[in-house]
């Protein structure tokens, strides 16, 4: 472990969209401290359980991968290579490949935990480079819903709100979301604000009672599956009341007239049925939105990671625009980003259905825009392969080799067992992380060791558009190697022009100029700057410019028309059908103090201590018709797979729904509690986000 200079600098967590600044201190023998920036904008001193113990992570490397390692076949053993032999062999697979089956035989599944820097290399490489849009990333399994809703409704993925609304608002929704686990530090900010101003209406929409519900002046515990019904008929109830907003929806909006059909369809006696949730319930929840002088509505998986997710999106934006309640302080649709720089990679364009600066694939003119900018013919117009879409193409055969970067998905995909088997069959994998304790490294023929935080510099955007500079202060172990020069080397074998980037400050300038005369225009940005002011909010267009903390104050949305769309949505149901075999619905979630699927906060045994081990969370009335009690060994089923799992019953699960957390893999727990053996890889059909919080399946002992 080798400290740099550098002993003391800012810099931002790494785990969630939340965005916390932090200072980390290095003393002489190379010990890491660290407190949160009491004057941040986002977190004031404040830092939750899992960001307050990221010393100890980079601190401890047992776990770390030192050298490159590779198989010559795939009966042979991982073994200790030299990176020249590593980067020779993945640049020589990629052109076999490429010459043979044509691009789109290859792709690359990365990570909204990549830094923005190499999120954009990424891109500009394959899009560019090899010539195919089979670039996707695991926000696809966590924010893909919310881009598209935005992309809907507002004309573009841009969230409109800054943080500070939070103490302005005087009542929020929050729905499909528990940020008092998830979003700690918000939730905090939450919690402070209705300490002082009591009067505040917080509305929870949940199908659990989570510590979230803690501050809710009311719980809405609906049926798994029934947002929309649940949120259009708040929707009628508003327009019933006449509590909407109609200088905005006549003169700043599309679609009311339909909208108002749509949710006039159902009585609310019918929707308080489908949902589960009574009636003078919704009527409440109309009123204090109604009443709400400043209404933020935040949001996270509950609503994206849905079959539907892109109409639940619709229908809980739909409630801000009839009710005027966007583009002024303390109002607006927030979507919760889940990874700490999901947003950095929507920037670049950083999935397979996406461009640059929210340039649009489909765009002849955009392509070419990019294509000419990069300096090559052209940006393939053929829509990339998404996440769960590329796992089936390694199964198939359709797609020989793929390069994981930074995300562990043979724990965090649905349908992991399908996961398992399409690697197994993969022609080539190649494994791009810190951690050995990933369970994907074992599919890898070649394992690239790559630096972690504090060990390599770039930058970051959280949830409310604030763009960071995270200093490198450390080495990084062994040979790893920021991801940034491993992809880099790997370009410059293929021959490509165009990444000649003497560091990663000039990788960040191209990008920025890439957005310039965009709406997330960033050319005023640079690492002087971020270093000196810190943090800014875009778009930042200028040089002088202070950044943007709220967007749409002048009603003019990135529509063609600039009205925004209040769009219908249809009503369906959720995913899998449930049955004799299966009646139960399983949902699925994160836990306090783990991040993802543990390779670092499993580290930590503070952490460990909340919940050391994986749990099912089920009804004591659903329990007890299975004789099962608490701590009974349960084995879950479904049409995927089964789970085994000890029981724990609560009051606090709606009856005829089930929990997991999604955090245990085979590595750490010998396959006990994964998760994702059951969840189910069927997707959303506009944003390809798969419906994780919805699997029908059966509870036994075992
Ligand atoms: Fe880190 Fe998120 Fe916790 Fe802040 S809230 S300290 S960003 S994990």
Redesign the pocket.
Known sequence: FTSRNITKAKT?????????G?EVSIDKKGKIELE?IEDHP??RG???????N?NYVVQDQSDRLLHPEMRWSKNHPLQKVDWDTAIDRAAAVFKTFIEKHGPDSVGFYVSGQCLTEEYYLVNKLTKGYIGTNNVDTNSRLCMSSAVMGYVKTLGEDSVPISYEDIEIADTFLIAGANPAWC????FRRIEQHKEKNPDTKIIVIDPRVTDSCSLADLHLQLRPGTDITLLQAIGRVLIENGNIDLDFIQNHADGFEAYKGEVFNTTLEDAALICDVPVDDIKLAAQYIGNAKAYLSMWTMGLNQSTQGVNNNLALINLNLITGHIGKPGSGPFSLTGQ?NAMGGREVGGMASLLAAHRKQASPEDRQEVADFWGVDSVPDKPGLTATQMFDALDSGELKAIWIICTNPSVSMPDATLVDRAMKKAKFVIVQDISRKSDTVKYADLVLPAAGWLEKEGTMT?SERRISYLPKMVDAPGEALPDNEILLRFAKKMGYKGFDFENTEVIYREHCALTKGTNIDISGLNYDRLKKEGSVQWPVPSEGHQGTPRLFEDKQFYTPNKKAQILTTGVSNDADMLSEDFPLILTTGRIRDQ?HTMTRTGKVSKLNKHIAKPYLEIHPKDAEKRDITEGTPVVVTGSRGEVKVTATLTEKIKRGVVFLPMHWGKILNSDFGRANNLTNKAFDPISKQPGFKYSAVQVEKF
């Not at 931002?12 to 916390?20: I, K």
């Not at 979003?183 to 918000?186: E, R, V």
């Open positions: 931002t967590c790494s785990y969630c969209g939340v965005g916390c932090m949160g986002v977190n404040m830092l939750c359980s899992k960001g307050r990221l979003h700690p530090i918000l700490p959280n991040w």
